[in-house]
């Protein structure tokens, strides 16, 4: 099984042992599982051939064999429609999907299978390391044994590779979970992580997006097309965008609002106006509110029409015709209620909540206290202005083992 | 349900709150974005004035007086061109100098030029430490306690901090920086002479101007600059839009480094050149002082100094791991368990460790050590610096970004000049070291 290094650089040989030139490359197309090789580049420096596969007998590491004789010159120069392993893959960064990271490609790994030649694997190991400086000795000394390889049919060439020549740029990186493609953009630069986000689903970056440090999120904000950053920004929670906005520099803030819907915009802007670590600034401002008024069969069909995501409605909060909070009811609450009994009459009236200035860590410890999943947040008048979820306290509340995040340089 | 009257939430997010007030200001609306965009630049050109540096501008000031002043120019001129590329570099690629040249050279070309990067950083590394040790001692603090807190100190803030904060920390401490100036003023110069001195060259023919010289203006493009420069831009999320403004970063950074450099001259010269007491050692350039400007400016010296060597002992171990784990693609990260990490955690901890190490053993033969420095950097320098050039004139890579004519005209011509000089430069230092040539 040759390894891409191990077969570069020899010479080509015709079918009679004549030499044409010295394999330069070898390409692929990339929409085939374990992608068969394609052609083969062969030349000078200055002029490259490239040699469809049919011509070529075997690639090894002693040199390259046609089947025939040809004469270079009738072959065109290779175009850049196809993956070049050595040119396109080689030394570059890729997404590695079942160990969720970013690595290096160190070499690449070659399967002969029924006369084709197959791409089988990508080798990020120091051996494929020592093995391009032609130190395979030191690793022999060693003893590690066989290079650990990744399969290629988990990898993501995305990054390495630019959109043009992938029909569907990421796609594997994007069968990922959000979360997992968090951790893989959370290690790449700012503008590394903007061109992974801008291919993807707006929902789907906003979550990866979301997964970030804060600091992290809007270097890759800022490094994004506005437009785009806009409709990401739209997808994520006002609170979550808020962080990030307060986060970049005025002048992108504003232009990034200016793009974003009015109405998500106008609930981004009234957050900002809260300092970051106040129940105020961590406070998701989307919630479910029941007027007390209402009758429980009303609210079933209200809920069920907007459906709203699952943790704005963990607790009900009732407020009244002012807006003030009342009171809370679950949704156990809600539906053993009878169609025509007004909220008022089975909501519980001891709520707990936090005011807007209170601190994280007040409302971590009100949460954990009363054993909460969310938390209201009421302004100085009593009225409700949104809640904190025990997500937006996680890391005052998880051992800090968990939280590790990979981050980049100092940051 | 609560009558109580509380507060209004205080307005918090600075940068939205408070520079929104200066929008409406029309010109500051740019001085606000420049301000969030600055900080590599800045720390780069404030950092490039490291104890090697403060060292080898008090030994031109105290021996050849004002005569060297006007090579700074030039030196602020080509630090100012070099630095650009590599800010260009980091915001059109987002990925970091040893990323770029593995990218683009190959495995071979980027493990020869980062194990001399390796090298040549190790000892530079050693030669701040060895400054904070003698700064220290100026102050009467045993180095056996400064050196190993101050190593504590760096690893405390690299590893607890991200990258603003540590952005923050630094431009804090270049303001420090200032201290020079203020020494230069209390020196009393003959303002005419500096004045002449700054804008006249001057050309002495013996080997010892000469290789102070070639100091001056050798030493002050070092290979780590670059890596550090380009990967705090591609950090700090600066591409393209933001370019213009961290193009003037980089400018003030290199005006920055020539007016300390400035300064220090002109306090040697003005004391000790005057006096007709040139000087070795920075120490004993701290210590000299004390007589002929006073305490307060001796000590304002001695804190720049150890501002400086602290400075570039946090900067040059994080460049180094970050420049070696993004070129071989190993998890390099500040936040990650050690044993996710470990060639990272293993290289900045070790290039701290012996950083340290060094100047507490006794009987290591500091002085060789330190030549290090320039001779390895003599022959890395030209290499990156022709790998760059490669590099920025590759419209693959950069787009329509690459080098216009006239950018690769003078870089060109700083990087032909860097080599004759440096290559000079390690031939003298490494001559006078052996006792060929006295100094």
């Not at chain 2, 390796?118 to 904070?132: K, R």
Request: glycine share 8%.
């Amino acid at each position: 099984m040759p390894f891409l290094s191990q077969v570069l650089g020899r010479p080509t040989l015709d079918a009679d042992g004549t030499r044409v030139g010295i394999l330069r490359d070898l390409l692929i197309l990339t929409d085939i599982p374990y992608p068969p090789m394609a052609a083969i580049v062969v030349g000078d420096r200055a002029h490259l051939h490239a040699i469809p596969w049919l011509h070529v007998a075997s690639v090894t590491p002693r040199g390259t064999a046609l089947r025939s004789r040809v004469r270079l010159e009738a072959f065109p120069a290779p175009g850049d429609d196809m993956i070049w392993l050595g040119r396109d893959l080689l030394d570059k960064q890729i997404v590695d999907t079942h160990g969720v990271k970013l690595v290096r490609v160190n070499d690449l790994s070659l399967t002969p299978i029924n006369g084709d030649l197959r791409l089988a694997g990508v080798d990020n190991s120091v051996a494929g390391l020592l093995r391009r400086l032609g130190l395979e000795w030191l690793e022999r000394l060693f003893g590690r044994g066989r290079p650990r390889l990744i399969d290629w049919e988990q990898v993501d060439i995305g990054p390495a590779v630019d959109e043009i020549r992938l029909k569907v740029p990421f796609q594997r990186l994007r069968r990922m979970p959000p979360a997992d493609i968090g951790v893989v953009i959370s290690q790449m630069s700012p503008g590394e992580a903007a061109d992974v986000l801008e291919a993807l689903d707006d929902e789907i970056a906003a979550d990866a997006l979301a997964e970030l440090t804060e600091e992290h999120q809007a270097a890759v904000v800022n490094a994004m097309e506005p437009e785009e950053a806009a409709d990401v920004l739209e997808q994520m929670a006002p609170h979550e965008a808020a962080d990030i906005l307060g986060d970049v520099h005025e002048e992108r803030a504003s232009e990034l609002m200016r793009l974003m819907e009015p109405h998500t915009a106008q609930e981004v802007r009234s957050l900002l106006i809260y300092e970051d670590d106040t129940a105020g600034g961590l406070m998701n401002s989307r919630l479910f509110a029941v007027a007390e008024m209402e009758t429980a069969g009303r609210v079933l069909e209200d809920l069920r029409r907007t459906a709203p995501p699952e943790d704005e409605i963990y607790y009900l909060y009732v407020v009244d015709s002012g807006g003030r909070l009342r009171g809370v009811l679950s949704l156990r609450d809600l539906v053993v209620a009878q169609p025509d009994a007004l909220i008022a009459d089975c909501a519980r009236q001891d709520v707990a909540f936090v005011r807007l200035e209170d601190s994280k860590e007040e409302v971590a410890r009100k949460l954990i206290h009363y054993n909460l999943l969310a938390i209201p947040v009421v302004d100085e008048h009593g009225h409700l202005k949104g809640m904190v979820t025990v997500d937006d306290v996680l890391d005052l509340v998880t051992p800090r083992a968990w939280q590790n995040r990979p981050r980049r340089m100092t940051g | 349900m609560t009558n109580q009257v509380l507060r209004p939430p205080r307005l918090g997010r600075p940068l939205i709150g408070g520079l929104a007030l200066l929008r409406r200001w029309g010109p500051w609306r740019r001085v606000a974005l420049f301000l969030a965009v600055m900080g590599p630049g800045l720390i780069t050109g404030i950092v490039d004035d490291d104890s090697t540096g403060i060292a080898g501008y008090s030994i031109a000031g105290s021996r050849f007086g004002y005569s060297l002043l006007w090579t700074l120019i030039l030196a602020a001129i080509a630090l100012a061109i070099v630095g650009e590329m590599a800010a260009r570099m980091g915001a059109i690629t987002g990925k970091g100098l040893g990323e770029v040249i593995r990218e683009r050279f190959g495995v071979r070309i980027t493990s020869f030029a980062l194990l001399i990067l390796l090298i040549a950083n190790i000892a530079t590394i050693v030669a701040e430490f060895a400054g904070i040790a003698g700064a220290s001692e100026i102050f009467g603090v045993s180095r056996y306690i400064a050196v190993p807190l101050a190593a504590l100190l760096v690893f405390g803030v690299v590893v607890y901090g991200t990258y603003r904060r540590v952005e923050k920390v630094l431009l804090t401490f270049s303001l420090v920086s200032i201290s020079y100036i203020i020494t230069g003023f209390l020196a009393k110069p003959d303002w005419g002479a500096v004045a002449t001195h700054s804008v006249v060259p001057q050309f002495h023919a013996n080997l010892a101007y000469l290789s102070v010289l070639i100091g001056v203006i050798g030493t002050t493009i070092t290979p780590w600059q670059q890596f550090y420069l380009q990967s705090t831009v591609v950090d700090k999320g600066l591409g393209e839009r933001e370019f213009k403004m961290e193009r003037l970063d980089v400018f003030i950074g290199a005006f920055a480094s020539g007016t300390i450099a400035f300064f220090i001259i002109v306090t040697t010269a003005a004391t000790l050149f005057a006096h007709g007491e040139p000087s070795g050692t920075v120490e004993e350039v701290a210590q000299s002082l004390r007589p002929l400007a006073g305490d307060f400016a001796a000590n304002l010296f001695a804190i720049g100094l150890l501002n400086a060597s602290l400075l570039a002992a946090a900067v040059l171990p994080l460049t180094t791991a970050y420049a070696v784990c993004g070129a071989f693609g190993w998890e390099r990260s500040v936040n990650m368990p050690l044993r996710e990490a470990p060639v990272f955690f293993g290289l900045f901890g070790g290039l701290l460790v012996v950083g340290a190490a060094a100047v507490l053993v006794p009987g290591l033969p500091l002085l060789i050590l330190l030549l290090i420095p320039n001779v390895v950097g003599a022959v890395l320098l030209p290499v990156i610096l022709i790998l760059m050039l490669k590099v920025l004139n590759d419209s693959k890579i950069m787009g329509r970004w690459t080098n216009s004519t006239g950018w690769n005209v003078a870089a060109g011509t700083v990087t032909g000049a860097l080599i004759v000089l440096t290559v000079v430069y390690a031939i003298i230092a490494v001559l006078q070291a052996t006792g060929v040539v006295s100094g």
